[in-house]
């Protein structure tokens, strides 16, 4: 059974400050990986989807980053800012379609 | 970028009340549509995928009978919680995958949440 966790749980952080979000998953068989950003009572936005066969993906400020052998992805946020204080998660699809989410990291980036 | 959208986007209903949640592809066709809940600071858990046309397939431990999908079109899936009680009190949010693109990715809606009092 695939499992997705993420770390840390929440983080603080200072505005300008380059932060790494981490997350593995059990099961390398995987479809493809994103990343999501959640603000409170509110959907997902997507950030970043990788690709099984791919490396890395970037956009923007975020660079989000696979290696499937080891069950590891990171999201990378260079010079954080308030508004990117928000809930991240990251989620993997199965081979059978389905997506498995982690627990979330809850970012808050301090003025 | 495809837009999905959820209605309604809150809802407060007695218990003993049949709720009905919809999602709709706006600008694409969804071969694929998924219902997930999620409680307060938890993340989000799959209910079940659902496909046009077909009966939607549940995850162990969502009872089939309490929250009904319908997959009518390709362009929208409804949630209905039957008889809601406020332990079904939750946000819950669908996505959809593109039929012509077979990338994986998924599109979400904004959320609908749900209060059962």
């Known amino acids: 059974k695939q499992e997705v966790t993420q770390i840390p749980a929440a983080l603080s952080v200072p505005e300008g400050e380059n932060l790494v979000l981490n997350c593995s998953f059990t099961?390398?068989?995987?479809?493809?990986l994103q990343w999501f950003r959640q603000d409170p009572g509110k959907g997902l936005t997507s950030l970043l989807l990788?690709?099984?066969?791919?490396r890395e993906q970037t956009s923007g400020r975020l660079n989000a980053s696979l290696d499937k052998s080891s069950g590891r992805s990171t999201l990378y946020i260079a010079a954080s800012q308030p508004g990117d204080s928000a809930t991240y998660l990251c989620?993997?699809?199965?081979?059978?379609?389905?997506?498995?989410f982690g627990q979330g990291t809850t970012l808050q980036v301090k003025p | 970028g495809a837009v999905v959208s959820q209605h309604p986007s809150w809802v407060i209903c007695k218990s003993g009340t049949s709720v009905k949640i919809e999602c709709r592809s706006l600008?694409?066709?969804?071969?694929?549509m998924f219902w997930y809940r999620q409680f307060p600071k938890q993340s989000l858990m799959l209910m079940a995928t659902?496909?046009?046309?077909?009966?939607?397939?549940?995850e162990q431990g969502v009872e089939k009978d309490k929250f009904l999908i319908n997959h009518a079109s390709l362009t929208l899936s409804t949630l209905t919680v039957t008889s809601a009680h406020p332990e079904d009190s939750s946000f819950y949010i669908c996505?959809?995958?593109?039929?012509?693109?077979?990338?994986?990715?998924?599109?979400f809606g904004e959320g609908s949440r749900l209060t059962v009092l």
């Open positions: 099961d390398s068989a995987i479809y493809n």
């Open positions: 600008d694409f066709q969804a071969t694929t």
């Open positions: 996505s959809a995958s593109r039929r012509s693109v077979n990338t994986g990715e998924l599109f």
């Open positions: 989620a993997v699809t199965s081979n059978t379609g389905k997506l498995i």
């Open positions: 659902s496909n046009e046309g077909s009966k939607a397939t549940y």
């Open positions: 990788i690709q099984s066969s791919q």
